[in-house]
């Protein structure tokens, strides 16, 4: 097994350009930084520098071990300084929003995980906008949202964002519709249920909603929306009376609602990404390390819906 000493004098050796320099920068003796050097050899079964009497280079072996080894000693490094945050900074009180359909699915799993590391989460419920508004005043340390391909999110420079989740959108229907048999719904069957009648979100605003509203105005077509919910439930029970159809996305899914039919739409743009946001504790930095344990946690939660 590779030691962390054999790729931190490797990378010292590429960094000055010989043993002698590289010992004198690790504070190690030059017989030290030759030992792991030719341990590191012994288990490559090969050479890892090319030595000669201005110095010693890489070889392809040597450079690949270093860049690879490079990626190994950062992640020690964050592993450590994560490990000792913890413990320095006891019980952590964090301010968390989620928007309700992530909530329902994510967050038991999330909140039992960051407990047992001594992170309180004290939890706010919010739609999107005004989640990103909170994130970017700082009245939230972190908060799970949603964005669309295109659907650019206002947030401050100093907020950084992860991907944590791809969520399909599906189209709602009712069990007797005529494109209910259809396994998949493609981009022009969509655009030809124009003159249905529609459900969409209460936010005139919603990133999910923009994008269907914005792919049928594309084509020439205006929506009738005559009903507004953000109840997922209540929208399925209005699908199921034939009342209006909708999209819902994968994630808010449950066990199939009596009358209704989900069937996902064969179109990239149909697909909203679920991403962590956070403010960093500084330019150019990360967010803390208890929205990075959160950040964890809600990709194990992610993890086991699959």
Not at 9 to 32: D, F, I, M, N, Y
Not at 47 to 70: D, I, N
Request: aromatic residues 4%.
């Amino acid at each position: 097994m590779i030691d962390l000493k054999q790729l931190q004098a490797l990378r010292a050796v590429q960094g000055e350009g010989s043993v002698t320099r590289a010992a004198r920068l690790l504070g190690w003796s030059q017989p030290t930084v030759d030992y792991h050097l030719r341990n590191l050899e012994r288990l490559v079964g090969g050479p890892v520098l090319a030595r000669t009497t201005r110095g010693s280079s890489l070889t392809p072996v040597g450079h690949l071990l270093c860049e690879r080894g490079q990626e190994i000693l950062t992640l020690s490094d964050r592993t450590l300084r994560d490990a000792r945050d913890l413990t320095r900074m006891g019980q952590v009180r964090l301010r968390f929003g989620t928007f309700p359909t992530a909530a329902a699915r994510l967050l038991p799993a999330v909140v039992a995980e960051v407990t047992d590391l001594g992170i309180d989460v004290d939890v706010v419920l919010e739609e999107v906008g005004p989640l990103v508004t909170h994130v970017t005043q700082r009245k939230l340390d972190a908060a799970l949202i949603y964005s669309m391909p295109g659907y650019e999110l206002p947030f401050r420079a100093d907020v950084i964002t992860a991907e944590v989740l791809r969520d399909p959108i599906l189209l709602a229907l009712p069990e007797d519709h005529p494109l209910a048999a259809r396994a998949s719904i493609d981009l022009p069957s969509l655009l030809a249920l124009h003159d249905e009648r529609w459900l969409l979100a209460t936010s005139h605003d919603d990133p999910m909603d923009a994008i269907v509203v914005g792919a049928f105005a594309e084509a020439g077509h205006t929506l009738d929306v005559t009903i507004r919910t953000d109840d997922f439930q209540v929208m399925l029970g209005i699908v199921a009376a034939r009342m209006a159809i909708s999209f819902m996305p994968k994630l808010a899914t449950g066990p199939v609602h009596p009358g209704v039919v989900l069937r996902p739409i064969d179109d990239p743009a149909f697909v909203r990404s679920v991403l962590l946001a956070a403010p960093a504790e500084a330019p150019g930095k990360q967010p803390s390390t208890a929205v990075r344990q959160v950040a964890a946690a809600i990709r194990h939660a992610v993890a086991g819906l699959e």
